[in-house]
């Protein structure tokens, strides 16, 4: 496959050469391409899902990646983890009011609070929720020293507090690291070499099916593919049970399945 891709010697390849590959073989690009290729082997319509990732790196702009089913994963990703530290947060502030309590810490906590219900406000709209949560600064902890206080729960209190901190840290230099349209430039510059990885992806598994057909053999995903076909069919864009699939709802009262793979 790749011997072919060097005889056409397109733009596209070799710029997808130039962002992959290390070194002076192409040992990191083969073992890209049979990743992707185990991992699309895993969907029940692989060659679908192929043309899903070809159709998604093409005309990248602001507007698609905002309306993109990634952004939305990760933007309810965002909020997930936001929630998760609003409740310690606000375990915290129950901690500071109890009688032995670290109560210097509560306007600390309180403000805390403010800063995460201010970042799941806008959790909806990534530019917005970039420019907060990029700015977001925590205050310092109140030094004041109370030997009434239990020091169980001053540092309970405080490994609260760090966590959160530190999870804010994780989300922005995971997924906010950059200027949006600084991103878009990112974005467009990896979709080229993407939609390239993704057309050789498909061509290879094109090849090996061909391969193994002309050996008449399969190996575990075509079980797995080849029985999807018989026991399903496409009807205006949906899959519904096939007549086979229908027989055997009929025939069978229960199927017990021992095995997660089963």
């Known amino acids: 496959l790749l011997e072919e891709c060097y005889e056409e010697g397109t733009e596209e390849f070799f710029h997808f050469v130039e962002t992959y590959s290390s070194g002076n073989n192409d ?4 073992e890209l391409i049979e990743k992707v290729y185990s991992f699309t082997m895993s969907f029940p319509m692989p060659e679908r899902y192929l043309e899903e990732c070809l159709l998604a790196t093409q005309n990248v702009d602001e507007q698609s990646v905002l309306n993109s089913p990634l952004m939305a994963y990760l933007l309810d990703y965002v ?3 936001l929630t998760g530290l609003l409740d310690s947060l606000e375990s915290g502030l129950k901690i500071t009011e ?3 309590g670290p109560y210097m810490y509560g ?3 309180e403000k805390d609070i403010e800063l995460i219900k201010g970042l799941l406000a806008v959790c909806g709209d990534y530019k917005l929720l970039s420019a907060k949560i990029s700015n977001a600064e925590f205050s310092r902890m109140s030094g004041k020293s109370d030997d009434t206080v239990s020091v169980y729960k001053k540092d309970c209190v405080s490994t609260i507090r760090k966590d959160v901190k530190d999870g804010i840290k994780k989300l922005q230099e995971k997924f906010f690291f950059e200027d949006f349209s600084d991103m878009i430039s990112s974005e467009q510059y990896a979709a ?3 939609n390239t990885m993704f057309s050789l992806v498909k061509r290879y598994l094109e ?3 061909e391969a193994k057909q002309e050996k008449n053999i399969i190996d575990f995903n075509d079980m797995e593919h080849y029985a999807l076909q018989i026991l399903l069919k496409e009807e205006n864009g949906v899959f519904v049970p096939s007549k086979v699939a229908r027989d055997y709802q009929s025939y069978f009262a229960e199927i017990i399945v021992d095995e997660y793979q089963d």
């Open 192 to 194: 080229g070499a993407l």
């Open 27 to 30: 040992k990191k690009i083969e």
């Open 79 to 81: 909020k997930k983890v």
């Open 107 to 109: 306007k600390t906590l």
């Open 98 to 100: 109890q009688a032995d």
């Open 207 to 209: 090849k090996l099916r």
